[in-house]
């Protein structure tokens, strides 16, 4: 009995290790993902539906084929959303708080009201910028894939890139 216990300590502690990730890892060069990401105003998750045909995945970016189909005007519910942004880089011409003007954040997620998430000496803060990506006055470049988990009626789930081709109902 007392070996399993001992394995099973060893167990935790190497499922702990390979979970923890730190922001100090943080590498701009690298697609940052915000899991459980809904990014813009007033977003939220629940029963959307198609403004088009739209191919579900078994997994978020998959490039094997699609397992199932959302047909326009569908109804779908949406669980949960990941979004996958290539980080900007952005000198600050304005003090926030702890950062201050000439400092240097890496722009990650809109969080909506011109917040975004943003990296900054090794953790992940909110920051208001004042802009937002989605219309004239943004300032810089703005990637983001947003993959949305759906659930169909019979209970199949997929994945789909969902950014503008849905309509929260």
Request: net charge negative; with cysteine.
């Amino acid at each position: 009995m007392g070996g399993n216990m001992i394995m099973r300590f060893y167990f935790f502690i190497i499922l702990l290790a390979s979970c923890s990730t730190t922001h100090a890892d943080f590498d701009p060069q690298q697609t940052y993902v915000d899991n459980g990401a809904c990014p813009w105003e007033l977003c939220r998750f629940g029963v959307w539906k198609a403004k088009e045909d739209i191919p579900i995945y078994a997994t978020a970016r998959s490039t094997s084929p699609p397992i199932a189909m959302i047909k326009r005007g569908q109804q779908v519910k949406a669980l949960i959303g990941d979004a996958y942004v290539t980080p900007q880089k952005y000198v600050m011409d304005f003090d926030a708080g702890e950062i201050h003007t000439g400092e240097v954040v890496w722009v990650l997620t809109y969080e909506g009201e011109g917040f975004f998430k943003v990296w900054h000496k090794g953790a992940v803060k909110s920051l208001e910028m004042g802009f937002s990506p989605y219309g004239p006055d943004i300032l810089l470049p703005y990637e983001m894939e947003w993959w949305v988990l759906f659930e169909f009626p019979d209970g199949t789930k997929g994945w789909a890139n969902a950014l503008g081709h849905f309509e929260e109902d």
